[in-house]
C-alpha cells in the first residue's frame, strides 16, 4: 500500500477537522477529491478500497455495455507538460464491473460514479438501465465526447440536440444523480446549458483535448491510432476558465478535470466555481495523488478556517464584489 493510501486509511483528510463536505445534485460527497475516469480503474485494482472509501468518491473507468480491447499500442506519449493518450475506451464492459468490482466498492462505503459511453442513445439507455438503480452507484457520469455511430459519427458531445437528447434518456432511466462529461472541442457552453436543461445533475469540465506526436526520426505517429487526448498541467489554464465560465453560466455543479497535481490546483478550480475536482495524469505519476491532494485541501481549509464550500466561487464572488 502507498503511503497516502495508508494516511488515508488512518487520518482521513490529514486528521485536520475540516469540513470538505459538498454535493453534486443529490449525491453528498465527505471531500471534494475524485478520481478521475481511466485514471483508478475500476475503483478496487490499484488502491485497497478501504483507501479509496476516504476520498469523495471514485469515477470508474469508462464502462460500455461490451468489452471492449481499445486502440492498438503504442498508447501513451508523455509530453511537455502533460502526456496524450490513446488508450481507446478499452474496459472490462459492464456486466463484468458488475459481478467483480462494483460489490467490494460497495461494501467499503466507496462512492462509486459509473462513467459511462455508447454509441447509440439506445445503448446509454441500457447502461443507465443496469447501472442506475442506486445499488452501489451513486451517480452516472456519461461521457459524450464518443460518437453516435447513427448520426454519421458525429460526437454527441458537438450536437447540443443530441447531448440533450441523450442526457434526457439516461435521466429517465436513473435513479440516481446523472453527470455529463464535456468535451472541450465544441461550444461547451451551448452543450452545458443544453444538458442542464434536459435534466443534467451536474457537469464535469473537461474531456482530454485531441492532439498528435511525432517521432522526428522515421516520421512515424507516436501513437498507434494517430491522436489522443491531451491532459496533464498544460490543460490546466484553459480548463480553468472553462470552469468559471461555466460555473457562471449554470445552475447545476461543476466538477473540474485537468491538470491537478497538487491541492494547490484544486483549490484554484474551488475558487473559479468547480464543486469538486477529480485527479487524473497526477495518479500516473504517483498512484497516491489523490489522497495527497485531498490532505492539502484539508489542510488549507483548516488554516484558512474555512469550510471546503466556502471556496467555491469565492473568485466569482471578489470579481463581483460581493
Do not use: W
Request: with cysteine.
Amino acid at each position: 500500500m502507498t503511503a497516502g493510501a495508508q494516511e488515508a486509511r488512518g487520518g482521513g483528510a490529514g486528521g485536520c477537522g475540516a469540513d470538505l463536505a459538498v454535493a453534486i445534485g443529490g449525491l453528498a460527497l465527505k471531500n471534494p477529491v475524485l478520481t478521475a475516469s481511466g485514471t483508478h480503474g475500476y475503483g478496487h485494482d490499484i488502491q485497497p478500497v478501504a483507501a479509496m472509501a476516504q476520498l469523495g468518491g471514485v469515477v470508474t473507468k469508462g464502462l460500455s455495455l461490451r468489452p471492449r480491447d481499445g486502440n492498438p499500442p503504442p498508447r501513451l506519449f508523455e509530453t511537455h507538460g502533460g502526456m496524450l493518450n490513446s488508450i481507446g475506451l478499452a474496459n472490462m464492459g459492464v456486466e463484468r464491473f458488475l459481478r467483480e468490482a462494483l460489490p467490494a466498492l460497495r461494501g467499503a462505503g466507496v462512492t462509486v460514479i459509473a462513467n459511462i459511453f455508447g454509441e447509440s442513445e439506445e445503448e446509454f439507455e441500457e447502461l443507465a438501465r443496469m447501472l442506475g438503480g442506486g445499488e452501489g452507484i451513486g451517480a452516472l457520469e456519461l461521457n459524450v465526447s464518443c460518437p453516435n455511430v447513427k448520426k454519421g459519427g458525429v460526437l454527441f458531445g458537438k450536437d447540443p440536440g443530441a447531448a440533450a437528447r441523450m442526457t434526457e434518456a439516461v435521466v429517465k432511466r436513473a435513479a440516481v444523480p446523472v453527470i455529463v462529461k464535456l468535451t472541450p472541442e465544441a461550444g461547451v457552453l451551448e452543450v452545458a446549458r443544453a444538458v442542464e436543461g434536459a435534466g443534467a445533475a451536474g457537469v464535469t469540465a473537461a474531456n482530454t483535448f485531441r492532439g498528435m506526436a511525432i517521432d522526428p526520426e522515421t516520421g512515424r505517429p507516436r501513437l498507434g491510432a494517430l491522436f489522443g487526448g491531451l491532459s496533464g498541467p498544460a490543460i490546466k489554464p484553459i480548463v480553468l476558465r472553462i470552469v468559471y465560465e461555466l460555473s457562471q453560466a449554470l445552475i447545476v455543479p461543476v466538477i473540474a478535470s485537468g491538470g491537478i497535481m497538487s491541492a494547490t490546483d484544486a483549490v484554484e478550480y474551488l475558487m473559479a466555481g468547480a464543486t469538486a475536482v477529480e485527479v487524473g495524469t497526477a495518479s500516473f505519476l504517483d498512484p497516491a495523488a489523490p489522497f495527497t491532494i485531498l490532505r492539502g485541501v484539508a489542510e488549507y481549509c483548516a488554516r484558512k478556517g474555512v469550510a471546503a464550500r466556502d471556496l467555491v466561487g469565492l473568485t466569482h464572488r471578489i470579481v463581483g464584489g460581493g
